[in-house]
Nanobody, 122 residues
């Protein structure tokens, strides 16, 4: 089994950058799709972006396209969410999740991390 663990969250000014990491404390992420989701206070959890098991495809929610990228380092067994030009609206708890295929549907992912908070100030 895999156990995702997120890190890299924190406080950043609007327009700044932050890189979140999703590492597995168990089995390798190889052959698994990894998705990132976020949930702001009082709002529902939404898909942010994800990467396919073989890293051939990525997918992003419209509001972050062109600002966020996802990459995978198989040697480190880690998936990264690189966030640039951050906006206050990006403030949320960010979770990574592992599943069988890349999709925006949260229910398709099996393993979830605890989350890392991101706060973007004006």
């Amino acid at each position: 089994q895999v156990q995702p663990v997120e890190s890299g969250g924190g406080l950043v000014q609007a327009g700044g950058s932050l890189r979140l990491s999703c590492a597995s404390s168990g089995r390798t992420f190889s052959y698994y799709a990894v998705g990132w989701f976020r949930q702001a206070p009082g709002k529902e959890r939404v898909f942010v972006g994800g990467i396919s098991w073989d890293s051939r495809r990525t997918s992003f929610e419209d509001s972050v396209k062109g600002r966020f990228t996802i990459s995978r380092d198989d040697g480190e067994n880690t998936v990264y969410l690189q966030m640039t030009r951050l906006k206050p609206e990006d403030t949320a708890v960010y979770h990574c999740a592992v599943g069988g295929r890349l999709t925006q549907e949260a229910k398709k992912y099996v393993y979830w991390g605890q989350g890392t908070p991101v706060t973007v100030s004006s």
